[in-house]
């Protein structure tokens, strides 16, 4: 890998504070500068030179929760096609769930998932291991195995432990080896058959609703759980103001608490769902505008850490059903940065805050590397055109799946090139860097 120099660049590094013209210069797979410093000290002989026009230069952005159909259901997706669809997003590092059959509970899944990433995957993969055996939420894993096998989180996906005495010595055990205990609320007795938010429309169109309760209610008992354990708590995904207000107390209150929030529930509310469209049914569900703007608000202010795309690859046979019967999903790494740069564009979020939220971020919150331009980092990085518009096309989705919640949207904002140590792993048609 020889030295490349990205020249007349506008930087955006949240790691460093950096939002400036300049370049970034890599050598070795290694960032060596980045901004003003880059674009002092100029190419060295015989770099490849790629003028960026004036476009942005972000560090890769790291997803901390993808689902992946390998091993089981490789139909749907693989982590090859996986890796190549997040390529395409700009996304350089994915958190992959222990949602697969087998669940990876074991070291053995563990080591599959990373040797098969190693040998088929174009970006970084980390697996995150399940915290109860076959994600039943009752026995514990082997949580210092599993970390040392590498495993950079702990979580039971789409699956809510209902025993508290379970979660209570998840976060004792995970704090113990420094693990972060990643959960998805949704309480199951109160959720029971819905499949929309509980509100009107849901009245309206004939369909059981989730109240938001059922999202608040194991949410608030997981934060008490933290404060009590002193673990490492991150709510996966929240979506209503309710629960905004639960993590905001928690985290005042000093327990380790961190929360995420998927980009459709930023970017949508359950009116997109119009007449039973199943690829927007999702979990949690799309709620009311009132908490779309909540969340928003959350992470503006700090409350929620992350954005996640939450990809959830789902074929014919689990979408094209009636809505009550289809699967909960939605894909999203190719999507992920040009939706949430709409939080940028209508002033919502400062650039800076939307990389950090979506990148730096989460790559510190599950301890990986990327997430930032500094010298040493490795050269994970994506050079995106901010203006672009472009149109979600089925036939342009790269991932096996096709469930996204975006087809036919006009989005602003296309990334032209990713790069993962240095490699080029994603080009767009047409961009030469010139």
Known sequence: MSAMLFANARVVDPSQGMDEVGGVLSREGRIVAAGRAAHNQGAPDGAEIVDCGGRAVV???VDGRVFVGEPGAEHRETIASASRAA???GVTSFVMMPDTDPVIDDIALVEFALRTARDTAVVNVFPAAAI????AGSEMTEFGLLREAGAVAFTDGRHTISNALVMRRALTYARDFGAVIAHETEDHDLAASGVMNEGLYASWLGLPGIPREAELIPLERDLSLARLTRGRYHA??????MAANAVARAKNDGADVTAGVAIHNLALNENDIGEYRTFFRLAPPLRAEE?????IE????????I???SHDPQDVDTKRLPFADAAAGAIGLETLLAVALRLYHNGDLTLLRLIE???TAPARLFGLPGGTLRSGAPADLAVVDLDAPWIVSEGDIISRSKNTCFEGARLQGKVLQTLVSGRTVHRAAGWEGK
């Open 357 to 359: 939220v979506l990148s």
């Open 132 to 135: 109860t055996r076959g994600l």
């Open 236 to 241: 996966a995904k929240i979506s209503t103001a």
């Open 291 to 295: 908490d779309r703007l909540a969340v």
């Open 298 to 305: 959350a992470l503006k202010d700090g409350t929620i850490d």
């Open 87 to 89: 390529a395409a997003g």
């Open 59 to 61: 560090p890769g952005l």
């Open 307 to 309: 954005v996640v795309s």
